[in-house]
């Protein structure tokens, strides 16, 4: 394989401690931040303008993205938003990009965000239109696009009009999720193949959970169906607060050194995100890492 580039956008310092249950302070979520860049990282998730009654740990939603603008100008830093205020929030903090999350089914919109799929749909639309006017960067989340844990299997055909919506309205990146992490590499592949006649596959990005094991194996699918923009969490930290079953995230670790042993390129070092990961554990106080973890600590000791 030639020496393509996979650009990764680590999410651990929004989706990745979204749930966590040991309190993660603003300096640290910095500082978390400042290592994935010292690391290669050149796009990061860092937080997300939701409810902090919903979500306690994004409640320094505003103080995150300032810092993190002021004292990392360089990175590309997106923060989620739900609606139209969380726009006009992230704007006022001085985001520069942004992400909307809409779920594929009735069920997982109506427990997430207490609307129906049209009615999020729409204001996920409002939410892209409104910030490419303020001239901001705009990807846009397809959720629960593989399976709902309320409604079982998703409708491939919904998840092409949704994210064919979420383009018209101006998303410059479409990342296609699967939320619980129940997806295979076979279904993968049928869906991006799918995708990519409908879009432009430079658009398309695959987010995946490790709920399964699958998650290494799942983005080389992705790759294969031609897909280069990937979502993946520094030490596998995440879940879904609202998918019951989500397990964590794709480990960014083990996506790069996939990369590298496959003839890709990604610009981040493992040893680097080693030093992320051992920074996230002091502050979790618990162990981390993806299903390559050991081999990568036996390989770069600390010195």
């Keep these: 394989m030639s020496q393509d580039r996979l650009i990764i956008t680590d999410v651990a310092p929004r989706d990745g401690l979204q749930n966590q249950q040991v309190p993660f302070p603003t300096d640290a979520k910095v500082q978390l931040i400042k290592l ?91 939410a892209l239109l409104a910030a490419r006017e303020l001239g901001l960067r705009r990807r846009a989340y397809v959720a629960v696009a593989f399976d709902c844990p309320f409604e079982g299997p998703t409708n491939l055909d919904t998840v092409v009009a949704l994210a064919i919506r979420m383009h018209e309205a101006g998303a410059e990146e479409i990342i296609i999720a699967d939320t619980i992490g129940s997806a295979a590499p076979g279904m993968v592949k049928h869906h991006f193949e799918t995708l990519a006649q409908a879009l432009p596959v430079e658009k398309l990005a695959a987010h995946f959970h490790d709920t399964r094991g699958m998650a290494t194996a799942n983005a080389w699918a992705a790759i294969e169906a031609g897909v280069r923009r990937f979502d993946a969490s520094v030490g596998g930290i995440g879940g879904c607060p609202f998918a019951p079953g989500a397990a964590g995230n794709a480990a960014t670790e083990d996506l790069v050194l996939m990369a590298e042993r496959s003839g890709l390129t990604t610009g981040i070092s493992l040893p680097g995100l080693l030093h992320a990961i051992d920074f996230a554990e002091s502050q979790l106080g618990r162990a981390l890492g993806g299903r390559s973890i050991a081999w990568l600590r036996r390989q770069y000791p600390p010195q």
Excluded: C, W
Excluded at 37 to 64: C, I, L, N, R, Y
Excluded at 83 to 102: D, F, P, T
């Design 36 to 126: 994935l860049h010292d690391a290669g990282v050149s796009s990061v998730e860092a937080t997300s303008f939701v409810s902090p009654k919903a979500v306690p740990q994004m409640a320094d939603a505003a103080e995150v993205i300032a810092r993190v603008q002021r004292e990392l100008p360089e990175l590309r830093a997106s923060a989620l938003i739900p609606n139209q205020k969380g726009l006009e929030r992230a704007h006022a903090s001085g985001a520069r990009e942004v992400a909307v999350v809409l779920s594929a089914t009735q069920t997982m919109n109506q427990k997430n965000i207490n609307m129906d799929l049209g009615t999020a749909t729409r204001v996920s639309e409002s």
